[in-house]
């Protein structure tokens, strides 16, 4: 991999990182006027049409496949029907502590399907990014606050459904990198968003959030917050992580479970007043730390890798 090229990826990580990071507090606000599936089942879908249109704008003579249109409708729904909604339907029943460390495992994830399907071995210095991220996420938890009072059934769906959860986004992931469909990143966004957003939909129909709608309640921060989702979380954070999924491993990929926590901490801290201690800027060192591990320790096991086939 050429300096471009690396520069070119950890510009799009940063990207995500920033841009996934700050939909937090923007869904923050959209949810009090907006039912959570129905939100991101409209804005994922709405993204996928105005991507749909500007791929068949700049790439006229492209001719998509019914394989095409299933394996993306495959990876949508893993990513953004089952992956984000799953998380979305948990947090009525498990306390948000719980949530962001049972999420903050995509990267186990990760690691074990690679291991157990691909084959691909990780690096002991890529399972110790991997763990000292989560440490890191760690410090970021107040589990004073945790409770497992209330419903105990509802407890263990939650913890069911975010497993669930975090497993299809993982496996998303790691199918979307397998796949490799000879289309561009606006052409894959699309055909995943439209997938993902209306499957995300027809569960916001089931689960009876039409009839919660309330159209007279919406007003100008639900603009701004859809805006700012549609166009920076859906539209260009899709596509930059359908292009990063194309061109880095998986795990990697996935460091922004680590960034986006902290900086939708940061965010909230400015925005909503939310504490912020040493404990977050310590946390932030170790995460950075966790980061620079995974990327050094890919790039290392690239590297030798050719050196090994040799031999």
């Not at 995500?16 to 990071?21: I, M, P």
């Not at 979305?88 to 990760?110: E, K």
């Amino acid at each position: 991999m050429n300096h471009t090229s690396t520069l070119k990826i950890w510009s799009g990580l940063l990207y995500l990182y920033l841009a996934w990071g700050s939909t937090y507090l923007a869904l923050h606000y959209l949810v009090e006027t907006v039912p959570p599936l129905m939100a991101s089942g409209i804005r994922n879908f709405s993204a996928g049409i105005i991507m749909m249109i500007w791929a068949k704008v700049t790439e006229p003579n492209v001719r998509l496949s019914s394989k095409a249109w299933l394996t993306s409708l495959l990876i949508g729904t893993l990513l953004l029907g089952v992956g984000n909604g799953g998380v979305t339907i948990a947090l009525a029943w498990v306390p948000t502590g719980y949530a962001a460390l049972i999420v903050a495992a995509v990267p186990i994830w990760l690691v074990l399907l690679q291991w157990l399907w691909l084959k691909n071995i990780p690096s002991p210095m890529v399972i110790m990014g991997v763990l000292i991220g989560l440490v890191g996420v760690g410090l970021l938890l107040d589990f004073n606050s945790f409770s497992l009072e209330g419903d105990s059934a509802q407890f263990t769906l939650g913890i069911i459904a975010l497993l669930t959860a975090t497993f299809c986004w993982s496996l998303g992931m790691v199918i979307s990198q397998r796949a490799q469909l000879p289309y561009s990143a606006a052409y894959l966004s699309a055909m995943q968003m439209l997938g993902g957003g209306t499957v995300t939909l027809l569960g916001s129909l089931v689960a009876g959030e039409f009839p919660l709608f309330n159209p007279s309640g919406l007003n100008a921060s639900t603009c701004y917050s859809f805006s700012y989702l549609l166009i920076f979380g859906s539209l260009g954070g899709f596509t930059v992580f359908s292009w990063l999924s194309q061109r880095t491993s998986p795990t990697l990929l996935a460091t922004y479970n680590y960034v986006n926590p902290l900086v939708a901490l940061l965010l909230g801290y400015l925005f909503v007043n939310e504490p912020l201690s040493l404990k977050v800027v310590l946390a932030a060192g170790i995460i950075i730390s966790a980061v620079i591990l995974i990327s050094v320790g890919q790039r290392l096991k690239k590297r030798a890798e050719p050196v090994s086939q040799e031999s």
